[in-house]
Nanobody
Framework: QVQLVESGGGLVQAGGPLRLSCAAS????????VGWFRQGPAAEREFVAG????????FYGDSVQGRFTISRDNAENTVYLQMNSLNPEDTAVYYC??????????????????WGQGAQVTVSS
């Protein structure tokens, strides 16, 4: 079992950048594909970005393509989400999650096994 903890959330003005981190403990994160998801008020959890075990393969949700970048440092057991050009519609709780299959390109939250507690990101106008 791997424990995931998000950090780096907070309040940011529209147009600004923010970087989230997902640190793992109790396991080797390189064994898993990792995804970022988000959930706004009264909304279902939606896929944001994913990355394969090696970091070479990345994929994104349509709403963040070209603005967000996912990366990982397996030596540090950490996955990052660099968010640029933020707008109020990006306001949500952001979660990182690990998928058992290291090559998974799944966008479905139900297929991910391990989840962090979430980090609040609020974007003001």
């Amino acid at each position: 079992q791997v424990q995931l903890v998000e950090s780096g959330g907070g309040l940011v003005q529209a147009g600004g950048p923010l970087r989230l981190s997902c640190a793992a403990s109790g396991g080797t994160l390189s064994r898993y594909a990792v995804g970022w998801f988000r959930q706004g008020p009264a909304a279902e959890r939606e896929f944001v970005a994913g990355i394969l075990w090696s970091g070479a393969g990345t994929f994104y949700g349509d709403s963040v393509q070209g603005r967000f970048t996912i990366s990982r440092d397996n030596a540090e057991n950490t996955v990052y989400l660099q968010m640029n050009s933020l707008n109020p519609e990006d306001t949500a709780v952001y979660y990182c999650a690990a998928h058992r299959h290291p090559y998974s390109r799944s966008r479905a939250a139900s297929e991910y096994t391990y989840w962090g507690q979430g980090a609040q990101v609020t974007v003001s106008s």
